[in-house]
């Protein structure tokens, strides 16, 4: 029986041994599944930064305008002041090249400005205009100066006229305020994402007055008050499979019901919300759910046993406890809604939208719509907005989770 006894240690020690280097090598490839996944987070968000902060810098030329008395030709004033730098360009090809260093832009900034301060008219006056895009891409680094003239954009004379205005102090780079405070344009210089940041959150504000007051009285009516039965479990088979419906589909929705059948207005937050608010439901209703059912019976029947009616129980001590939980899942749902582009493209929120919406009926655009219209377009600027559209989107959406986790921490109740 002695030895009976060893070996049956010895076997047991083995199987010990063996179950410790399992567990040794499980822990091994979770730490390595983690390390590869923070490696990959990491080297994504070192991309998009690197390739979208130089858009947050915007080059700048000064100009000597001498503003003409009585005339609103200011581009005309735009290129003479171009022309007074550079005097001994006389070709039209040539000066097509030269004006091309401006932004378009300056032309409006100008007029603006003279319409602001009228007494300007008939003086000289010296202003920092936007630089073309090229010409920013050139001063960030981004265009090569000494690479293969067939590979860029700006000619080599322009390269020459570039260093001349460096020379001289006539380039700088500065903050790009345009970039958060205007609208959508056409050149790459000009370009933000007011109207976009704008829209996705009167988007995002209509999606929350829909689907949070309906998603939660949902959950308590499901989890409190519904009679278990056959069409009970229908109704909760059907919300769980919404949750795993494609957004696209919810655009589809959208583009059959509210526009083609209500027939409210195309590209509005209106309609973007309400579509939002159709995927964003279904999180709600069974976060709600979730955070009903962690709520203890006693604090149901401790309610009760004082006299409050059913609803009161719900509405006056099983809610309030179970809010943290169903905010955390309003939060998450919503952050979600706000990375969605499918649908908004269905309803037509690619509109090309200058001006900032008034009101949830103007025309609007959303910023998951603002980086696909971006990545599409053919310059070469366009390419670090694209990144720092994305940045500003990420930095929505990680402050929406923070905003998750917070609550959850500080309302969170442990039974």
């Given at each position: 029986m002695t030895e009976t006894m060893e070996s049956k240690s010895r076997r047991m020690a083995s199987l010990r041994k063996k179950r410790y280097r399992a567990e040794r090598r499980?822990?091994?490839?979770?730490?390595?599944?983690?390390?590869?996944?923070?490696?990959?987070?990491?080297?994504?968000?070192?991309?998009?930064?690197?390739s979208g902060f130089g858009a947050f810098k915007q080059t700048f030329i000064q100009l000597d305008i001498a503003v003409l008395q009585g005339s609103d030709n200011y581009q005309g004033m735009v290129k003479q002041a171009l022309r007074d730098i550079f005097p001994e360009v006389k070709s039209r090809r040539h000066k097509r090249q030269l004006y091309a260093l401006v932004s378009s832009g300056a032309t409006y900034q100008l007029?603006?400005?003279?319409?602001?301060?009228?007494?300007?008219s008939g003086k000289k006056i010296s202003a920092w205009f936007p630089a073309s895009d090229d010409v920013d891409m050139?001063?960030?680094?981004?265009?090569?100066?000494?690479?293969?003239?067939?590979?860029?954009?700006v000619t080599d004379q322009q390269l020459r006229w570039i260093e001349r205005l460096e020379n001289e102090g006539r380039i700088r780079t500065q903050f790009n305020w345009a970039?958060?405070?205007?609208?959508d344009s056409r050149e790459?210089?000009?370009?933000?994402?007011?109207?976009a940041t704008l829209g996705t959150l009167l988007s995002l504000l209509v999606c929350l007055v829909l689907s949070f007051p309906l998603g939660v009285l949902t959950a308590v009516y499901l989890e409190e008050f519904a009679p278990r039965g056959r069409w009970t479990?229908?109704?909760?088979?059907?919300?769980?499979?919404?949750?795993?419906?494609?957004?696209?589909?919810?655009?589809?929705l959208g583009l059959a019901v509210f526009l083609n059948v209500f027939n409210l207005p195309r590209s509005a937050p209106l309609v973007g919300g309400m579509v939002l608010a159709l995927m964003t439901l279904p999180t709600i209703i069974i976060a709600g759910?979730?955070?009903?059912?962690?709520?203890?019976?006693s604090v149901r029947e401790a309610a009760l046993a004082i006299g409050a009616s059913p609803l009161q129980a719900v509405f006056h001590h099983v809610l309030p406890l179970a809010m943290p939980g169903v905010l955390t899942g309003t939060i998450i749902g919503t952050a979600r809604a706000l990375g969605e582009s499918a649908p908004l493209l269905m309803i037509g929120m690619v509109a090309f939208v200058v001006d900032l919406p008034s009101?949830?009926?103007?025309?609007?655009?959303?910023?998951p719509v603002q980086v696909f219209l971006w990545a599409d377009s053919p310059e070469r600027a366009f390419e670090e907005r694209t990144a720092a559209a994305i940045l500003v989107l990420l930095l929505l959406t990680i402050l929406m989770n923070l905003a998750a986790v917070l609550l959850r921490k500080k309302y969170e109740i442990r039974w």
């Open positions: 499980f822990r091994r490839l979770g730490f390595a599944a983690v390390s590869v996944g923070l490696i990959f987070l990491t080297v994504l968000f070192g991309v998009v930064l690197i007029n603006a400005r003279i319409e602001a301060e009228p007494d300007l050139v001063i960030k680094g981004r265009i090569a100066r000494d690479g293969p003239a067939e590979l860029r954009r970039f958060f405070t205007s609208g790459p210089e000009l370009a933000g994402i007011a109207v479990e229908f109704i909760e088979v059907n919300i769980n499979n919404l949750a795993a419906v494609p957004s696209i589909v919810f655009g589809l759910r979730v955070a009903l059912n962690g709520v203890p019976p009101t949830i009926l103007s025309p609007a655009t959303a910023l």
